[in-house]
């Protein structure tokens, strides 16, 4: 390989990309509104529950039990409800997902038996929100049992705590606000890249053939090795600055919590970038039109790293059959690997695997582009 | 001779075949190309004549055959081949986007012509072709003439052996194409063996050999000067008279005439000698009814050539 020319095509390949103004804009305008699309369009917190209540009691203990509901950001309470029927009406019409119906011999059983019990109805036609609500409710009530249960420690003594409701307490680490975004945004940076990188390339030769200007090209000494590795080495400087901004806005706008090392994150990203540039190569060399180009290159990264990167499914939900096939998806490893860095400030150490996977997949990929090349018109 | 190994040749193609599917491009072609030689490639478009410079040029494989270029087997080793031909492709395919400068600047990279004569290069590419103050403007922007000479400029700056130009002037005002042909005389005066295609006749007569192509096939090979005398054996006489469809039918049954053929308005007559000819056909004519014809001798152009042989190769296909 001579890099004299490798460097004639940089120059040649950069001034061009200089000179095509509206498509360098593009090229760096992309990856911004594609951040905050995608990082507004998809949030997975359910907050403010709409709940109604129904205390058959009305005590005071009733009472401070429906206080807490109200005072839990997860849930909005809406209606006050005096009858079974109009606990139907309201979930009928959608007035609420979830109601709280206190029995009318609430406090009385707890007092006597130090055990008592609530009823919840739920509209469960969106079955995800309303299993999320009944785990909302138990932590309200698991919360308010946990007052209840010091009050009667204080009261009767020892012998009463004994007999107190137990309550499994979940320690949240790594994103201890269960905040979704600080998941989601990490994977919408994968999805970005993945996109942005291979459009980037996937016109790269179709349009030295459309041109006419390939003919000229292949006529010359150059080859295959160092024309790709001169084409990509500018487009990898434009991905290189489009990955700083969706990774800044990830962190300043979105205010993911950063816990990782810089140098873990520029090598990660790095390889991917590596990997979805000569995937948008490999396809350029394929396709003669730019157009199509441009359209395959937008299904081989767009639909694996959407569906099967983990990015909106979690892959351990997925059938069995489908989950060997997500070990083939390279998105996934950047996509991992973004997540540890970010939320658990992992290193290059615990992340080898998705490091090795990467390198062999930028190593295997850019062979096959290098050799898809052919320099001839037959 | 092909096959016998002269230092002087510098392209030399021997039974060379190219078929696309069931169609014959290239069928069974086999020339020489000495030293500073100017070789033309004179036939119809889609006679064969870009495919066989692809193939020396190593962008088109042979079907079978073989094909040397300055003294390396083209099929076996393409990419040294490339470091010694330069090749101006039929359709213009440098990059509009660029200027001149750059245009010259990537190719330079491209062949690798030293760093410390780059800027030398490019200046006396620059001179002689004619783009001395267009340096910074984009390609995009020049006028055919100007486009094409830089491509031939792009075409030499590493100074190749052997130069390949398809229908380098196709498109291109009168004046610019004499002006490009000056350029290539000089380069073959430099010892540059030039294979050059074209369709226009006139040019044919610039270059020292022509090879004759028509479908697919070599028809003749020689000087402008052998052609027309191969092709035209005997005396051309140009006949001008009235009643010219009359005329032909006339003169085809005239005793000691060959054949006839109608340019424009006027008729080419080929006789065996020429003594008592030229009075013999007025006397003809006049005896059928045509009064007044002018009869003169005429040279023989590569046109008249042309039609011969290609008619001649066809009939007999």
């Not at chain 1, 509104?33 to 997975?44: D, K």
């Not at chain 1, 299904?299 to 959407?306: G, H, K």
């Not at chain 2, 692809?54 to 003294?71: F, N, Q, Y």
Request: hydrophobic share 45%; charged share 20%; proline share 4%.
């Amino acid at each position: 390989m001579k890099l004299r020319r490798v460097r004639a095509v940089v120059v040649k390949e950069g001034l061009q990309i200089w000179r095509d103004r509206r498509s360098l804009i593009i090229a760096l305008l992309m990856p911004f509104m594609q951040m905050l699309l995608l990082g507004y369009g998809v949030n997975l917190d359910i907050k403010h529950v709409a709940v109604c209540t129904f205390d058959r009691e009305n005590s005071q203990t009733s009472q401070s039990l429906l206080k807490h509901f109200q005072a839990s950001s997860y849930f909005a309470v809406k209606h006050v409800l005096d009858s079974y029927k109009s606990v139907t009406t309201a979930l009928d019409r959608g007035d609420c997902v979830i109601t709280i119906v206190i029995p009318p011999d609430f406090s009385e059983r707890l007092r006597d038996s130090g055990q008592s019990s609530i009823q919840a109805i739920l509209d469960a036609t969106d079955d995800n929100t309303a299993a999320v609500a009944t785990g909302y409710a138990q932590s309200v009530v698991s919360g308010f049992s946990d007052e209840v249960q010091l009050q009667f420690s204080g009261i009767g003594g020892a012998s009463v705590a004994a007999a107190a409701p137990l309550s499994l307490e979940a320690r949240v680490w790594y994103n201890e606000d269960l905040d979704s975004r600080n998941f989601i945004i990490p994977g919408v940076v994968a999805v970005v890249m993945a996109l942005v990188g291979s459009q980037l390339t996937s016109l790269t030769i179709s349009r030295e053939w459309e041109r006419g200007t390939m003919e000229l090209l292949v006529s010359t000494p150059i080859t295959s090795m160092e024309l790709m590795i001169g084409k990509l080495l500018p487009y990898f400087a434009i991905g290189m600055l489009d990955a700083t901004f969706c990774l800044g806005i990830a962190v300043w706008w979105f205010g993911v919590p950063f816990r990782g090392s810089l140098a873990t994150l520029t090598l990660v990203t790095v390889l991917f970038l590596i990997v979805v540039l000569s995937i948008g190569y490999l396809v350029s060399v394929t396709i003669r039109t730019q157009l199509g180009a441009s359209q395959i290159a937008l299904i081989l990264t767009m639909l694996p790293t959407m569906m099967l990167s983990g990015y909106t499914f979690p892959i351990d939900q997925m059938p069995d059959f489908i989950r060997p096939v997500t070990y083939l998806v390279y998105s996934r490893y950047y996509l991992t690997a973004l997540k540890s860095i970010f939320l658990k400030g992992s290193g290059v150490v615990d992340l080898w695997f998705p490091i090795l996977i990467m390198l062999l997949y930028a190593a295997a990929v850019g062979t096959w582009a290098a050799r898809a090349f052919r320099k001839s018109l037959d | 001779m092909p096959g016998e190994r002269q230092p002087d040749i510098q392209i030399s193609v021997d039974h060379l075949i190219k078929r696309f599917g069931a169609f014959i491009a290239v069928n069974d072609v086999t020339f020489d190309v000495r030293r500073g030689e100017i070789m033309g490639f004179l036939g119809p478009n889609g006679a064969g004549k870009s495919t066989i410079i692809r193939m020396l040029c190593g962008l088109l494989r042979p079907t079978s055959g073989r094909a040397m270029v300055a003294g390396v087997d083209v099929a076996l080793n393409p990419e040294r081949v490339r470091q010694s031909i330069g090749y101006m492709s039929q359709k213009f395919s440098l990059y509009g986007d660029l200027t001149v400068a750059e245009n010259l600047r990537f190719f330079g990279g491209i062949y690798r012509v030293p760093q410390k004569e780059i800027a030398e290069r490019i200046l006396s590419v620059v001179e002689m072709a004619g783009l001395a103050g267009r340096e910074d403007s984009l390609v995009s922007t020049l006028a055919g003439g100007w486009k094409q000479r830089l491509a031939l400029g792009c075409a030499i700056l590493h100074r190749p052996p052997v130069l390949f130009l398809d229908e380098p002037t196709s498109g291109v005002d009168p004046i610019s194409r004499r002006r490009f042909w000056e350029l290539i005389h000089e380069l073959s005066d430099d010892g540059v063996s030039v294979l050059v295609s074209t369709h226009y006749m006139d040019e044919a007569e610039y270059c020292n050999r022509i090879a004759m192509i028509d479908q697919g096939k070599l028809v003749a090979l020689g000087t402008p000067a052998e052609l027309k005398n191969r092709a035209l054996p005997g005396t051309l006489l140009l006949v001008e008279c009235d009643e010219i469809g009359h005329a032909i039918e006339l003169l085809g049954s005239a005793p000691g005439v060959r054949d006839v053929a109608a340019f424009g308005n006027t008729l080419h007559v080929l006789v065996d000698r020429e003594a008592g000819q030229t009075d013999r056909l007025i006397a003809w004519l006049a005896a059928h009814g045509i009064a007044g014809a002018r009869v003169r001798p005429i040279e023989p152009s590569l046109e008249d050539a042309f039609v011969q042989l290609v008619t001649g190769n066809r009939e007999a296909a």
